[in-house]
Nanobody
Framework: QLQLVESGGGLVQSGGSLRLSCAASGFTLRYYAIGWFRQAPGAEREGISCINHSGGSIFYGDSVKGRFTISRDNAKDTVYLQIDGLKPEDTAIYYC????????????????????WGQGTQVTVSS
């Protein structure tokens, strides 16, 4: 069974940091682009970052540039999202997802580019 599992969420104060992890079971994550998305209450799911299979192409949404850092450790088959300078508006459920193709070495920030999704990890930022 193909699964993605996010971890590392929690409750933090404004200005704090978290590192989210995305691990896979049922497939080898290192061969795929991985995207991170988030969904705040009452809002649409937003693409925030993605990384291609090698880590050579990385993209960020405008709302997180400069504060979020995506990386991957293919030896550990894990993708990370480092979040610094957390703000209350970052409160959301954060999801990772597997890219549905190799995207010619790139990766999209749109949901239709991804075929398997994790259950999400909650990030709550208090002011």
């Amino acid at each position: 069974q193909l699964q993605l599992v996010e971890s590392g969420g929690g409750l933090v104060q404004s200005g704090g940091s978290l590192r989210l992890s995305c691990a896979a079971s049922g497939f080898t994550l290192r061969y795929y682009a991985i995207g991170w998305f988030r969904q705040a209450p009452g809002a649409e799911r937003e693409g925030i970052s993605c990384i291609n299979h090698s880590g050579g192409s990385i993209f960020y949404g405008d709302s997180v540039k400069g504060r979020f850092t995506i990386s991957r450790d293919n030896a550990k088959d894990t993708v990370y999202l480092q979040i610094d300078g957390l703000k209350p508006e970052d409160t959301a459920i954060y999801y990772c997802a597997r890219g549905s193709s190799d995207f010619y070495g790139m990766c999209p920030l749109t949901q239709d580019g991804y075929d398997y999704w994790g259950q999400g990890t909650q990030v709550t930022v208090s002011s």
